[in-house]
């Protein structure tokens, strides 16, 4: 499967952006979707992850209550709604697929990876 991100800007902080990720390929209900980030000089670290059907969310600490993820499967689409945006959320987002059935956070169990797409938020 083929993953495109985007959606990615320059923001205030207290403000929202809404990434998403195209996917092409193989069945996207067949996937497990994540959002990873990575901000330079640090590891690539999970966002949030979301279930083949979308009933099964889960969140890294550091965004719970500000993103959503959410997937639309006629749309072979997973979006990233990320709100109330801080400066230590600037990183390159990327997007990944995974085999599973449920989402997982362990980075190297993700079988496709998007390009990324850059998230900067000013102080």
């Known amino acids: 499967v083929q993953l495109q991100a985007s959606g990615g800007g320059l923001v205030q902080a207290g403000g929202s952006l809404r990434l998403s990720c195209a996917a092409s390929?193989?069945?996207?209900?067949?996937?497990?979707m994540g959002w990873f980030r990575q901000a330079p000089g640090k590891e690539r670290e999970f966002v949030a992850g979301?279930?083949?059907?979308?009933?099964?969310?889960v969140y890294a600490d550091s965004v719970k209550g500000r993103f959503t993820i959410s997937r639309d499967n006629a749309k072979n689409t997973v979006y990233l709604q990320m709100n109330s945006l801080k400066p230590e959320d600037t990183a390159v987002y990327y997007c990944?697929?995974?085999?599973?059935?449920?989402?997982?956070?362990?980075?190297?169990?993700?079988?496709?990876w998007g390009q990324g797409t850059q998230v900067t938020v000013s102080s």
């Open positions: 990944a697929a995974d085999r599973a059935l449920w989402a997982t956070i362990k980075r190297d169990e993700y079988d496709y």
């Open positions: 390929g193989r069945a996207f209900s067949n996937y497990a």
């Open positions: 979301i279930s083949r059907s979308g009933g099964n969310i």
